[in-house]
């Protein structure tokens, strides 16, 4: 696969989580605004389909880019290891929100969920600028305007 092509899945898969993390805050409203065991079960699903879809994102972003963003630049070293990192937060992050939203109170679990997912959407748009900007993530092997110049 392409580095392009590669560009082009992930962010294909960066726009479904965001389609996946406004449902789970539709949720997570409907939970805080009465909805009951229905709606705790609501977000439960959406809280899990996002869970899945961002694990596979995760793994398929870090085997992907894995070799191909070391060598992108002289920084390329460096933004592999702030993926890594970041995925290990990340998750980290989804679980915590993912267990509190299994409590009771649902103002705490609307709150968890909804910081972690402002971190996520914060990580996707990072993500986009640092490794998966056109003039980074490219197929040839010419490094553009290196120098400022």
């Known amino acids: 696969m392409t580095a392009s092509e590669i560009r082009a899945r992930l962010l294909r898969e960066h726009a479904e989580l965001r389609v996946l993390a406004s449902e789970a805050r ?4 409907q939970m805080r605004g009465g909805g009951g065991e229905t709606a705790l079960r609501d977000l439960g699903w959406c809280i899990h389909r996002l869970g899945g879809a961002l694990r596979i994102h995760n793994d398929y972003e870090e085997r992907a880019l894995r070799e ?25 992050e989804l679980l915590a929100a993912l267990v509190v939203t299994s409590t009771a109170d649902a103002d705490a679990a609307g709150a968890s969920l909804s910081r972690a997912l402002d971190k996520l959407e914060a990580h996707m748009t ?24």
């Open 68 to 92: 191909v963003i070391k060598k992108v630049d002289a920084w390329g070293p460096a933004r592999a290891e702030i993926m890594e990192e970041s995925h290990m937060h990340e998750h980290a």
């Open 126 to 149: 990072r993500e986009e600028e640092v490794l998966l900007a056109e003039g980074i993530l490219r197929d040839d092997d010419v490094v553009i305007d290196y120098f400022g110049g």
């Open 26 to 29: 539709r949720a997570a409203a």
